[in-house]
């Protein structure tokens, strides 16, 4: 039996040689996987606060125009532009995608692969730290003159493309380099992720073998380098318009402005989805181990996701229904995008499947879990009539849209990460949260998500433009109806935002003084459950081998309801 | 990151599966794959614009040398062929890989010269990055597609030292084959789109 030659990384114990590294090198300079999804992980954390404190201070406007914001004052027009374009940048960009993909990825795929750290762990290192640049390149923008970036999270030109219209000279370029700088972070991390789980396996566990989860963030990375190219190349020709005076996008001088939304909508459709399969993958674990069952057709969902994933490549210019676009490509993309609404509902009823008849627990991780489906059923519902040119055509760029996308992106950033961080919380820090704060910052938090949002379905059908700083401008925008519903979103939404400090104070808590946790305190199948609690450098002393399939919950015969990956018979 | 053939400490201990490919191939792949959308969305925003555009070529603009990039072309895709060579060679006998390695780095960098020589001889006929839609686009594709000879050249230079040195690691022999590969196989489609 021949053994497997096998890279010796530096930074990992070789024999004879242990010595405790410093601080420094322990926690900022490690290569081990798990400390740096922690880096992912807090730093995705401290990027939704701030993200979370512009949206404050811009619904706040909305709901008083004029009135002075406690802790930011009176709020410009320029200021209101820069808070709701790099709020929406920082959640998509410095939230979801570092949290979902970098901080579960990271933390989830050696450990549930059954191996001791990333392929290439001196790459992911380096992903972090190219991370952590963007953050400080894109809050550099903010005090440099004229200030941060105002022109939409879609940076469409001609306004993102001349300083002379969006009157922010040097943020502009600011902006569109801090993006960059973040997708050469999720590049680099995702040729790690998909090598790592192609190469690195546990020996037994085969393709079917892995648990969905990894699948998922395997698959949304492969999705992410499929299409971010397109926008890139955008980028660099957007930053050519800036900086030296070419004209790709200046229609005044023969560009064509369109072309930039079909690069970043290539790239945005997916992306959207790259979000969300990391969190139905979370999910996934969830739902099979609170509901004690085998995960519904476990093929199907992997196969469907996969399919989303290819058919979410020609949906974009569903975004462009009213940009001009020829109608005969508009009616393609209606098709398209009603289309890829299927195999998304699918996974929908496959989980529902899942639950049907288990012995359900309603633990926190299960609460979010199924809220998850609850949230993002609406969501998807609702981008149906989007999808339709022909309602599109009345509902585009109002409040329907946003409040759409925030029923999609809510419960994948925020419900899904929060199903994720529960429900690892006592392998990743050997303790468990309080229940039952974890139970009122629950109901807090999804209640008032739902309060925010619900009323802007209604203005938005009401004719409510999105991207207006003051809506007293508008004689039929500027009525009680309108305004009352405004004012309730505004004031969910600071409940919304209050509510994360019992979060914050559960988890602080918790790490203090919280109940030590066992291995397995979830009794769950998957490898991650049967290194220490938390997982030593290395993961285990030896490395585990698989036996069968991630979710065997309830196998009739056994004394036990579940039937880890590892255990032989 | 160091490479040795030994077993790991705990590694070691299993036999079973091995990887389908060395690990740094298939991250290169991956990373192709993305290199490949960059370029085709390079590619076909320059195809919209071109398709738009009311007359084409811009007025008052030089024609772009077609014959001599075409020999360009030529020198590029023998050094693709001198890197296959060198990837057999390697597989047969690793030292042996180092002739048609060194092949290929002198042929890659003779197209970057003679690259740089046609710039310098556009932007005295009066192509500029402003200076037209073409303009703009020729240098930005081209441009990028050079940057990628160049980084992938030095990658080159790299394995090449590590195999004078006595050891080269199959992966980075692999991810050098590919990358360069890629960087050789992108340009005659660029040279059909764009200059043709
Ligand atoms: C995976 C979860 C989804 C996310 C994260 C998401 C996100 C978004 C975002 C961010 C926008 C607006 C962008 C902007 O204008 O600034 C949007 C618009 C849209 N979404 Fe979704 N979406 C999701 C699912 C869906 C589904 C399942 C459909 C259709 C079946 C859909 C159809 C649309 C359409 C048609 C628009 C364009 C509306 C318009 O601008 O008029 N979305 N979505
Ligand atoms: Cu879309």
Redesign the pocket.
Known sequence: MATRPVEIREGHDTPGHHEEPSFFVKYLWSTDHKVIAMQYLFTGMFMALVGGFFSYVFRMQLAWPGESVPLWGLVTPAAYNMLITNHGAIMIFWVAMPVLIAAFGNYLIPLMLGCDDMVFPKLNRLSYQIFLLSVVVLFSSFFVTGGGFGG???MYPPLSGEAAYNNTPAGQTIFIVAVALEFVAFLLGGINFVTTAMNSRAPGMKLYDIPMVVWMIVIASIMFMASVGPLVAGAVMLIFDQTLNTAFFDPTRGGDPILWQHLFWFFGHPE??V??LPAVGIVAEVITVFARKKLFAYKTVLYTAIATGVLSFTVWA??Q?IAGIDPRMANIFTVT??L??IP?AEMMFVYIATLYGGSITFSTPMLWALSFIATFLV??VT??F??ASGS?IY???TYF?LA??HY??YP?AIIGTFAGFTFWFPKMFGRHLNETLGKIHFWLTIIAFNGIFLPLFVTGVLGDNRRIPNHQVYPELDNPLMNGLREVATVFLVVMLLAQFVFFYNVVVSLVRGKKAEKNPWKSNTLEWTADSPPPHGNWKELPTVYRGPYEYGVPGRSEDYWPQNVPN | MSVHTLPHPRHGVRTGRSAVMPNGVFGMLIFVVAEVMLFAGFVSAFTIMRRSALVWPPPGQPRLPVEETAFNTAILVASGVAMLLAGRAFRRHAPSASRPLVAAIGLGATFVVLQGREWWMLIGGGLTLTSSALGAFFYLIVGLHGLHVIAALGFLVYAWRRLARGFLPPGVMGAAEVLWLFVVAVWPFLYWRIYL
Do not use: N
């Open positions: 939409a999270w879609t959207v989805y979000v969300l569903h975004h229904f995008t009603l890829i609404s998304i969501g998807g981008g149906i989007l999808g599109d509902l585009h760029d849209v759409h996308f999609t992106f994948i």
